[in-house]
């Protein structure tokens, strides 16, 4: 059973830090893509970071600077550090697994965070 799993959302004022980490059981880790995604309130879910082991992370203009997203292919982990927050950030954020060359992906149950102003 494939299980995608977020820790580490919550509250925290404008231009600060959070981190947040997925860890994933039941893939072979290092055979997928890994990316977070957001979705803020009344928009549509988006890309915000992806990392492979073959290519450097990419990032949407957005976060680019502020957020590090890395993985730990030993730990089946995925992590997203996230700096100088804003209030613009706040949203639920999602861990997705994609297998390579493949339609095949899963989803966290995903993680609140929000920034006040």
């Known amino acids: 059973q494939v299980q995608l799993v977020e820790f580490g959302g919550g509250l925290v004022q404008a231009g600060g830090s959070l981190g947040l980490s997925c860890a994933a059981s039941?893939?072979?880790?290092?055979?997928?893509?890994m990316s977070w995604y957001r979705q803020a309130p009344g928009k549509q879910r988006e890309l915000v970071a992806v990392?492979?082991?073959?290519?450097?992370?990419d990032y949407t203009d957005s976060v680019k600077g502020r957020f590090t997203i890395s993985r730990d292919n030993a730990k089946n982990n995925v992590y997203l550090q996230m700096n100088s927050l804003k209030p613009e950030d706040t949203a639920v954020y999602y861990c997705n697994a994609r297998l390579w060359h493949s339609s095949t992906n899963y989803w966290g149950q995903g993680t609140q965070v929000t920034v006040s102003a």
């Open positions: 039941g893939i072979v880790f290092s055979s997928y893509i």
């Open positions: 990392i492979t082991d073959s290519f450097s992370p």
